[in-house]
């Protein structure tokens, strides 16, 4: 499996990761290293196999359906790095 | 006895016998810090007011006969652990100043059994690492030197500060996690005693998260009894966290004297790897001659999909990091880098606030989980994180333990195996499988390499049986009367 330089753009953007032109090259490098290495995969014999989705051997249990937290507003705002009243601030997404 | 040479359980002993204060020993622990964290920068942050705070509130409880598990003893807290108050950075600079109006559950369930915490223990980032290469408060030095050779060595990983803090005594234990051997190798790598317990025994609620499936925490300590008491505190059911088993916490600190006499131990002939050191080998014969001489019988196993463990890994942690860290997104935790829209300044806060490694796997995630490569990558790890389950589930039907070496070597200096992403990745490939099927995994120092160097021996058990596990690792710690101290510790010579 080799990246070509414009699927490595592509991966970044979905990241939301700037990734600038100079490093493209080496990202493509060590990406395509670990997915050639991960694709060994393909010699098990997966047929007729359950995907195992998690790691707790149980099943999800379920809870009331009730308000149990909030109010916090302040707690919550204390680590926002720009903020309108009781609101996190963003720069402006609609014109 | 010097205050150096106490075990947890010794310290506790000598708290209740009134020997001593818990402000004199958090005050020759915060000492102790001091005078070591400017070369072993094992702690992040350090919080000596906060603790002096817990210690006299410990000596208030023990003076009115109230001591808890934990009343008065000084522990450092992994970085990943949020605490209420106190600087919470997962050794990012995304959180660089991330202060958690919240206390995580395992931290919680600690300081009502009366623990004093000393600070927040250095780790790589977001726990991605497997020698605390990759944080961005700097590396953790091993206190371990191989013999005639200054060198600085890593400390393991991601639970490098952890394992550091304990084994150069600066702290009498920590918390930890281990999404693929963060616990279990660091403490192989610094001499010490650590124990990843099965999925789901400690609650994941307040922990930052990595990869949710694997994410478990447990303690690391200078002994396994020490890591019983521990975990005894830390473990438990959280309602706030919808994978936490709800079952009662066993008597852990009593499963550590059961002994083996009668278990079958299980041998598996896949984690004979090529290339592994000799000494490596040896001592794991040596490991199961001791079990055998106890009254275990060694049965030798297979596991025939452990070489298929680490590629899996690759695949289903990168995706659920890749998941879990898109909250870092400039808007909430207190990073930010401005950009021209909204879409600028997410890119731009996250190429600047994470580190190569953790921006490697937030890439691959990416793209095992983007359209149409899905079912190749992802859906396919799945199915063999299944097989690598049933594997271990036929084999505990015949045997009641396994032991394994931890890690295929000793520390290493730093600067090697930092070349290539894989060879670093190749560290944990006698862990890893215990996080893919979620059964618990400890390690326990049992012997010196020819360098002088700590190997550990790793022993697993069936789901929820942490406590034949602490049997088995109590028998081997006995035997192997593990005795030797690093030359960089608290009480050694400077």
Same mark, same amino acid.
């Given at each position: 499996m080799s990246l070509d330089p414009a699927t490595v753009r592509r991966i970044a953007k979905l990241a939301r990761i700037r990734v600038d032109e100079a490093q493209v090259g080496q990202l493509q490098t060590e990406l395509s290293g670990i997915l050639s290495w991960i694709e060994q995969l393909n010699e098990v014999d997966v047929e007729g196999v359950e995907p195992l989705t998690g790691g707790a051997q149980m099943a999800m249990r379920m809870r009331d359906d009730v308000v149990t937290d909030g109010g916090i507003a302040e707690k919550i705002l204390a680590n926002a790095p720009d903020r309108a009243g009781e609101f996190y601030a963003v720069p402006k997404v609609v014109e | 006895m010097s205050m150096h040479d106490l075990t947890l359980a010794a310290a506790r002993d000598g708290l209740r016998a009134r020997k001593f204060s818990a402000r004199e020993l958090t005050g020759h622990f915060l000492a102790a810090i001091n005078a070591l964290n400017p070369r072993l920068n094992a702690f992040i942050t350090v919080t000596p007011e906060l603790a002096l705070r817990h210690a006299e509130a410990a000596d208030a409880a023990l003076a009115r006969g109230e001591g808890q598990a934990l009343t008065g003893i000084p522990l450092a807290i992994k970085d990943l652990f949020c605490t209420e108050g106190v600087r919470t950075t997962a050794a990012s600079r995304i959180l660089e100043h991330f202060v958690p109006p919240y206390e995580s559950t395992v931290t919680a369930n600690l300081l009502r059994d009366g623990a004093v915490f000393l600070g927040k223990a250095n780790l790589d980032e977001f726990a991605?690492? +497997? +020698?605390?290469?990759?944080s961005a408060f700097g590396p953790v030095v091993n206190p371990w030197t191989r013999q005639g050779d200054n060198a600085p060595l890593v400390p393991g990983g991601s639970s490098g500060g952890s394992a550091a803090a304990v084994a150069a005594r600066l702290a009498l234990g920590a918390t930890a996690t281990d999404t693929g051997g963060s616990i279990r190798q660091p403490a192989s790598f610094c001499g010490i005693a650590g124990i990843k317990p099965t @999925?789901?025994?400690? +609650?994941?609620? #307040?922990v930052v998260a990595f990869a949710s499936s694997l994410d478990q925490a447990g303690p690391v300590a200078r002994t396994v009894e020490d890591c019983a008491i521990l975990l005894g505190s830390m473990a438990g059911f959280d309602p706030k966290d919808s994978t936490s088993a709800d079952r009662p916490v066993p008597d852990f600190v009593a499963a550590c004297k059961r002994g083996v006499k009668g278990l079958r131990i299980g041998v598996p002939?896949? @984690?004979? +790897?090529?290339?592994?050191?000799a000494e490596i080998e040896t001592l794991w014969q040596q490991g199961l001659g001791w079990l055998r001489e106890q009254g275990a019988e060694i049965v030798e196993v297979s596991l025939p999909h452990t070489k298929y463990g680490l590629a899996t890994y690759y695949i289903v942690a990168p995706a659920e990091a890749s998941s879990n860290l898109a909250? @870092?997104? #400039?808007?909430?935790?207190?990073s930010r880098s401005d950009g021209a829209d909204l879409t600028e300044l997410y890119e731009n806060t996250r190429a600047d606030g994470f580190g190569a490694e953790v921006k490697r796997r937030i890439m691959i995630g990416t793209y095992v989980l983007s359209a149409g490569y899905y079912d190749a990558y992802y859906l396919r790890a799945q199915k063999v994180r299944a097989l690598i389950l049933k594997d271990f589930t036929d084999v505990f039907r015949k045997v009641d333990a396994l032991v394994t070496p931890t890690a295929p070597s000793a520390a290493f200096a730093q600067g090697e195996k930092m070349d290539d992403p894989i060879k670093m990745y190749l560290n944990d490939v006698f862990t890893v499988p215990a996080n893919m099927s979620g059964i618990p995994g400890l390690s326990v120092p049992a012997g010196l390499d020819a360098q002088g160097l700590p190997l550990g021996l790793q022993v697993l058990g069936r789901p929820f049986d942490e406590e034949t596990v602490f049997a088995v690792g109590s028998a081997l710690e006995k035997a192997a009367g593990f005795a030797a101290l690093p030359a960089l510790r608290a009480g050694g010579t400077p």
């Open positions: - | 991605m690492g +497997s +020698s605390n290469i990759t @999925y789901g025994r400690c +609650s994941r609620w #307040g002939r896949e @984690y004979r +790897s090529e290339g592994m050191p909250r @870092y997104d #400039g808007v909430r935790f207190t």
